[in-house]
């Protein structure tokens, strides 16, 4: 799956060295992993990075910065106090980095919780009496996980926000600790790219999604990131389907992560992207392409849709599937047609599919 979400009511800090050497995160309260994103309607790969520290030193860039910042601020590393002046910062920082959605840094954090089952520690930065920058990053047994990062948007010019998380790192480096997650790097999106900074490429680490192993990311095929893969592959059958004059269209699906206990996982549309066969026979995805990264191979559906859902939202959640490139409604899978790495075969049977639904539209016409 691509996407899982686990709420713990207590989480321990050998559990969470365990969740971060699987590539989770945490998230408010929760505990999960996901490898994409969507932005500005627009899909995207979560490339998950860590820093092992075993035998790491910083780098003579990474110690102009420290030494820099070290002259001119006061900083101080202490268990995570959410008090009114980092409320008024993060909201400063809010304004200039609109991503952060949520109203409040304890919403960020603690998702309307009194508690917060995470040990967490923060970073502070003072230009004398003044909060200037803050980090908060969690601690497990062996692994440091940073969590987010704030500062003053009139200290640009300083890499406040890299900063402390130099100032994280120092601090696992002085407690012993083995692994630093910063989070992920985008590609496509240079703007995280500082994530890799902080170490040598052959240092950084990234999590492989097809084999769930840590490599260097020097390592990493800018062609296999998990989002490109599925979408050239999905392109590949679009073209030829044109080819036959079957119309199909490529549809970001953000339900994919749906989290629907009482629904049987076997029938869930897990994919982030889909191509859509048939719309100008249907007004919503009824037959759909998959593409499987884990088995390099394609499945040939039909699905089913669960109109109830949007209900309970408030809102109807279909779009003109013709016109837009995301189907926001919730689907299932109801049976596999067939399921093949070999693009002829599912070729194949989507031409059948295409004889048979073109003649019951005869039928329909001569009754």
Known sequence: MFTEKHQPHTIFSHDLDQYLERGW????????TTHFLFYRNSLYSAIWTRLPLENYQFRKSLRKIKNKNEKAFQT?????????????????????????????????????????IFNSLEACVYDGDKLIAFSIFDIGAKSLASIIG??????????????????????GLD???TMYYP???????????????????????????????????????????????????????????????????LLYYPSYDLNLPFYDSNYRLDAPIFLNIFPDYFNAPRYVIVYDIWKNNYSFCITMRLE????????????????????????????????????????????????????????????
């Open 150 to 171: 704030v500062y003053s948007p009139d200290y640009q010019s300083y890499s406040l926000g890299f900063y402390t998380m130099l100032l994280e790192i120092q601090y």
């Open 183 to 249: 989070g992920y790097v985008v590609p496509g999106r240079p703007k995280f790219d500082y994530k890799k900074r902080i170490g040598k490429p052959e240092e950084v680490q990234y999590f492989d999604l097809k084999t769930s192993n840590w490599l260097s990311i020097s390592q990493l095929d800018e062609q296999e990131v998990p989002i490109r893969k599925i979408t050239s592959n999905l392109g590949q059958i679009h073209a030829d389907l044109k080819k036959i004059g079957i119309f199909s269209q």
């Open 76 to 116: 101080i590393i202490r268990p995570t106090d959410l008090n009114l002046e980092k409320e008024n910062l993060y909201l400063e920082y809010q304004k200039h980095f609109p991503e952060f959605r949520s109203p409040s840094l304890a919403a960020y954090l603690n998702d309307g919780h009194d508690t917060n």
């Open 175 to 177: 407690h012993d600790f």
């Open 308 to 367: 109830d859902l949007a209900y309970s939202l408030g809102e109807k959640l279909e779009i003109n599937v013709i016109e837009q490139r995301r189907f926001l409604d919730a689907i299932f899978k109801r049976e596999v047609l067939v399921e093949s790495n070999n693009i002829d075969e599912i070729l194949e049977v989507v031409w059948k599919t295409k004889m048979t639904l073109a003649d019951l539209g005869n039928t329909q016409k001569t009754t």
């Open 25 to 32: 995160y945490r998230m408010g309260q929760t505990i999960f």
